[in-house]
């Protein structure tokens, strides 16, 4: 997908970087050339541009792209004016940073469809993860389920998926396994059922949250 980044602070350098490793087409967008000197080498284009004027907004063609990300945060007034500006050039897909309740509402009232806290969605991943044994990450899918990546518990070390019986032993689905390759990990895909779990492994599971911590706390199998 082309993708527009606006603001390259921390959130929105992050955001524009996490997107092209995803091999998206990034534009980063930014009124500071030392930051757009940063990035320029890592995303698709780079650009020195003030966001807050709509004529600058209308020449760099932002309505042919997939998406456009105003990452702007502590700037209330240039949040909102840039977000202003998209939405009378009839750029389809935007999405806005808050950075607390107040920005938020007022994006609300602009009637912007995509309003990410940012900060407020890390707090509560962080809190998820924390009691979670053994969690590196976490999203939430609903209410009720997520996914979880989680180390391999050292009681599942040396046994297979079909003995380990993870659905109905503890109400977990998984997903797929990443396994400890060099520095980094590679992804099994579709775990076959003779796969035998290896120490460093990394496991993606699916289920309710007591599930999930029911499963990554036990000691024994």
């Known amino acids: 997908m082309k993708i527009a980044v606006i603001g390259l602070g921390q959130f929105g350098f992050q955001l524009a970087l996490a997107l092209a490793e995803e091999k998206h087409e990034v534009v980063a ?14 995303v698709a284009h780079a650009v020195i541009a003030d966001a807050q004027d709509a004529k600058v907004l209308d020449e760099l063609g932002l309505t042919d792209f997939d998406r456009v990300c105003v990452a702007i ?33 007022l994006l609300n009232l602009m009637k912007v469809e995509h309003i990410v806290q940012a900060e407020l969605l890390a707090a509560r991943q962080l809190a998820k993860r924390m009691g979670i044994r053994g969690a590196t990450r976490h999203f939430d899918l609903s209410k009720d389920f997520g996914i979880v990546e989680l180390h391999v518990p050292d009681f599942l070390i040396g046994k297979n998926l079909v003995e380990s019986d993870l659905r109905r032993r503890f109400s977990v689905n998984l997903v797929t396994v990443k396994r400890q390759k060099g520095d980094s ?3 099994i895909g579709v775990p076959p059922p003779e796969l035998v779990f290896q120490e460093g492994d990394e496991l993606v599971v699916f289920g309710t949250e007591p599930a999930i911590k029911g499963f990554s706390s036990r000691k024994e199998f």
């Open 29 to 42: 967008i930014d009124v500071e050339e030392k930051t757009v000197d940063a990035i320029k080498d890592q």
């Open 185 to 187: 990990h590679e992804v």
């Open 73 to 105: 945060g502590e700037d209330f007034a240039a949040s909102l004016l840039i977000t202003g500006h998209l939405q009378e050039l009839g750029v389809e897909h935007i999405y806005c940073r808050a950075v607390n309740p107040v920005h938020e509402r």
